[in-house]
């Protein structure tokens, strides 16, 4: 597996289009076809692929276009399942919940 650990964000953002760029040459689809099928400008497309800049939901929908929106998922994928969400659900129902405003004592006279 990569490590990117010294990988500035700018850097990572080219990694990722040149992946995507040789992804979709994989496919041999053009940039018109990919934009095609995912539902992503033209311009932005040849942006990202010159520049790695695009936001997050675009590039969902190029991962997903060329079949890869499932490696993402791996990518972000808890790396101790025992301390993501079911942990905090664990935790939440431990802990009882107080509900609505809380009641202050009477004044007193």
């Known amino acids: 597996m990569l490590s990117f650990g010294h990988t500035s964000p700018d850097e990572l953002s080219g990694i990722l289009a040149q992946r995507v760029r040789a992804r979709r040459l994989e496919h041999a689809w053009s940039r018109e076809e990919l934009s095609a099928r995912s539902g992503v400008a033209l311009a932005t497309l040849r942006k990202f692929e010159e520049t790695g800049s ?56």
């Open 54 to 109: 695009i936001s997050l939901g675009r590039l969902l929908r190029l991962l997903d276009a060329l079949g890869a929106l499932d490696e993402m998922a791996r990518v972000l994928a808890p790396a101790n399942p025992t301390r993501g969400v079911g942990a905090f659900e664990a935790f939440e129902a431990a802990v009882p919940r107080q509900r609505g405003r809380t009641t202050r004592p009477p004044r007193q006279p």
